[in-house]
């Protein structure tokens, strides 16, 4: 058993330090957790099959991983958190509130039936194997939503702000609720879906860099399905660091242009640029 505690440095690249290692008591976790507050330390991974119940948190960690525990419900969490992640624990439920600080919460658990009232800050929402019947409203602040392997029926309204959209082996979803105008990426795959969301169509005019999967969705009709399976050939955050760089270019040579036909007053550009003029306004 190992538990890890780092400083954060990304949240999906996490480096890993072994901090502790002690016997088979739950007394000893709690010691070690409560040393890690004292130490201000903000990134906690637990993985020991003989914790049953979870034991207190200090309030500096921020970031939390829960994997392979045999625990059955979430009884507590960090005042503070603002990444939670559960791997392949049997949880069927939260007890506790989620900390209102929370903004990316990644759960892979298969007995899972309900979740609580999501937190308005959250931005990122992944939820994958799990029993759910059902689904809190959504925080308006969401921006990245995946739902992979889930039993839910219905979805509820998405967000106006939501960028990112991942649904995926629903085998019981038969309808997607309206796109929202700001997606730019979409993921529809094995779904028992009879019509695109409405707003698919307007999504490759809004955003012609989008990413649009969509595939093996047998009900769908051949021709939308046809025209729907389209993979992007530039991923979004590449032409846009394309088109950024691009633009620097063009800006550079501009100013150089500019500061070529007035080379002959340098006593001039000399006195502007000390008096904090910037190059392109000269």
């Not at 901090?19 to 000893?28: E, V």
């Not at 990444?83 to 929370?102: A, G, N, Q």
């Not at 602040?141 to 649904?167: A, E, K, M």
């Not at 620097?248 to 040579?253: D, G, M, P």
Request: aromatic share 6%.
């Amino acid at each position: 058993m190992k538990l890890n505690a780092v400083g954060r440095q990304a949240v999906h690249k996490r480096p890993r330090r072994k901090m502790a290692q002690f016997g088979k008591d739950y007394r000893s976790v709690e010691r070690w957790l409560t040393d890690a507050g004292r130490e201000q330390q903000r990134d906690i991974t637990i993985s020991y099959k003989e914790i049953h119940v979870l034991p207190r948190f200090s309030d500096s960690i921020t970031n939390l991983t829960l994997k392979g525990l045999p625990l059955s419900e979430i009884n507590r969490l960090p005042a503070n958190l603002l990444y939670l992640t559960i791997i392949d624990c049997p949880i069927h439920r939260f007890t506790c509130e989620l900390p209102k600080t929370l903004m990316w919460i990644h759960v892979n658990t298969t007995f899972l039936k309900e979740l609580p009232p999501l937190p308005p800050g959250l931005e990122y929402l992944s939820i994958q194997y799990a029993d759910l019947q059902s689904l809190p409203q959504l925080p308006v602040t969401l921006q990245s939503f995946d739902l992979i392997n889930v039993t839910l029926r219905q979805l509820p309204p998405l967000p106006h702000g939501l960028t990112s959209l991942r649904l995926q082996s629903l085998s019981r979803l038969s309808t997607v609720p309206s796109i929202p105008a700001g997606i730019s990426t979409l993921v529809l795959s094995e779904l028992p879906i009879h019509e695109l969301p409405e707003g698919y169509g307007q999504m490759v005019k809004r955003h012609p860099y989008c990413c649009i999967v969509v595939r093996n969705c047998p009900y769908l009709p051949p021709q939308k399905e046809g025209e729907s399976s389209v993979v992007y050939a530039l991923r979004l955050w590449d032409m846009q660091e394309r088109e950024a760089m691009a633009r620097a270019a063009t800006r550079a040579r501009a100013i150089h242009e500019e500061l070529a036909s007035v080379v002959w007053r340098p006593a001039r550009i000399a006195a502007a640029l000390e008096a904090g003029v910037e190059p392109e306004d000269l």
